[in-house]
């Protein structure tokens, strides 16, 4: 049998996992005792910045308002400066000598484009910086010129926050102010399966039984093709003929349900109608409905209005009085308002926690799309890769970015999204998700381990073992 490997990479990612600094309680995860908070945070205000982001708290940070009559910042770099966040970076961890910019993407890979944005960075100087415009913001990190920073942001006026202590205590700042990840139930921190897609309840019924004869324990399981259509919120009956029942039946088997979901509807789905009628839907200049480049032409929900939100909040309770207990929500890039379309995420990610919390429970979002007060909201994931060698190490440097730029409660697809890995490296990859913060199998090909062979049947049940073990400890 081959042995499992312990190598520098799980110590690296060993990191990603602890950096949110948790511990559990019952049924849920609470943040830990915070740490210090240095005092010194300050808000500088040039000339008239009118496209901020929502902010959960400013107390006591200071105000200065400075004469200043452009919209680029320069600041010094020194020789050995490093600076790390940007969001979910997948070209590298340390931005020094690269150009980014703050709009967020269908990042398919990765590259410099990402899913999660956010304007905001740690140098390695003891100094953090965070620049509250919700358009594109452009940092040039000492590419053009060597040792000088560029900020560049698209309106007549800058509002940036800037933090001075260490990295954990500019984090903690920044988060402060833009939002701390709410609490999640601890049933997420167990292993997830999760296809592209299971086709029906008796699919997912085998599976989940031949995890058991494994000895693969998990305590999620994904829903992508469970509706009647895109997106109506109703079971498919024929392939779901008692949603309620199953659901009860899966809680008892130790499984919590997850439904995925876009912000996009078809013209066929029976919600259609009302989102029209009301208004609802994003309209292009000339006033027609914006047809998405994704999901076969689907048109948009426009949560920039507070009715559209309350309305897609509503559709979510039925569900989960039916005892669904989160929703992947996909999607969130394709919004062409340049100053909405960094907020969209922020408003729909939070219509749908929302709804949890109108019914007194705890459930969460697991997005793949995020900016600044998206930080507040609950669970993202790495968005589409390949399965490929060199696909792996952007999901590396994406999960550590991200968490250090406010996102702590992490995970990505196991294998990659599309193609089939080879077995070497599905165990590599499946070792990188036992020491993320979220394990997660998916695909758009089968990511259960007996699709290898016995000897990965083997290392998988290892893997799952010990992060069974993690999951116990505090």
């Known amino acids: 049998m081959m042995e499992p490997r312990f190598t520098f990479l799980r110590v690296t990612v060993l990191a990603l996992t602890f950096v949110g600094c948790t511990r559990t309680v019952g049924r849920q995860v609470e943040a830990a005792t915070e740490p210090p908070v240095t005092p010194h945070v300050v808000r500088f205000i040039y000339a008239n910045p009118s496209h901020s982001y929502p902010l959960a708290s400013t107390n006591n940070v200071v105000t200065a308002v400075v004469e200043f009559n452009a919209t680029v910042l320069p600041r010094k770099l020194a020789d050995d400066e490093a600076l790390w966040g940007f969001g979910e970076r997948f070209d590298a961890l340390n931005m020094r000598g690269r150009m980014t910019e703050t709009w967020i993407a269908d990042a398919w890979g990765g590259g410099n484009r990402s899913y999660i944005c956010a304007p905001f960075l740690i140098s390695s100087k003891g100094y ?11 940092f040039d990190c000492g590419a053009t010129v060597t040792n000088e920073l560029r900020i560049e942001v698209p309106e007549s006026g800058l509002d940036v926050f800037e933090f001075k202590g260490t990295p954990r205590e500019i984090l903690a700042a920044y988060t402060k102010l833009v939002g701390r990840p709410r609490p999640v139930p601890d049933w997420v921190f167990e292993p997830w399966i999760s296809r592209n897609s299971y086709v ?39 392939r779901y003929p008692n949603p309620k029942a199953w659901i009860e039946k899966l809680l008892g088997r130790g499984y919590h349900v997850v439904c995925w979901e876009t912000p996009s509807i078809w013209d066929s789905a029976s919600t259609y109608s009302e989102a029209s009628t009301n208004g609802y839907l994003v309209l292009k ?71 949890f919390q109108d019914l007194g429970k705890v459930g ?43 996102y702590p409660y992490w995970g990505h697809d196991i294998g990659g999204y599309a193609g089939t890995p080879t077995k070497d490296l599905y165990i590599r990859w499946l070792e ?36 069974w073990a993690l999951r116990r400890s505090k």
């Open 128 to 138: 953090g910086l965070f620049v509250n415009c919700s358009g594109k913001v452009r």
């Open 200 to 238: 029906s309840e008796y699919e997912i019924d085998r599976v989940i039984d031949k995890m058991k004869a494994h000895g693969l324990r998990a305590g999620a399981v994904v829903l992508e093709a469970w509706a009647e259509g895109l997106q109506n919120f109703r079971f498919e009956q024929g």
């Open 285 to 355: 200049p000339d006033g027609s409905e914006l047809r998405v480049d994704w999901l076969e032409n689907a048109v948009k929900i426009d949560f920039r209005k507070e009715a559209a939100r309350l309305w897609w909040q509503k559709l979510h309770e039925p569900l989960i009085a039916m005892g669904v207990d989160g929703f992947k929500t996909d999607g969130g890039e394709r919004m062409p308002d340049p100053w909405f379309h960094n907020l969209h995420p922020f408003y729909y990610q939070r219509a749908v926690l929302d709804a």
């Open 364 to 406: 969460v979002t697991f997005a793949r799309s995020g900016t600044p007060p998206c930080a507040g909201d609950s669970t993202f994931w790495g968005g589409d890769q390949s399965s490929s060698w060199d696909d792996f190490p952007r999901v590396v440097r994406a999960g550590l970015s991200a968490a250090l730029s406010g």
């Open 432 to 467: 990188l998700g036992a020491f993320s913060p979220i394990m997660q199998l998916h695909g758009a090909t089968p990511r259960e381990p007996w699709y290898y062979d016995d000897e990965t049947v083997a290392i998988a049940k290892y893997y799952f073992d010990l992060r």
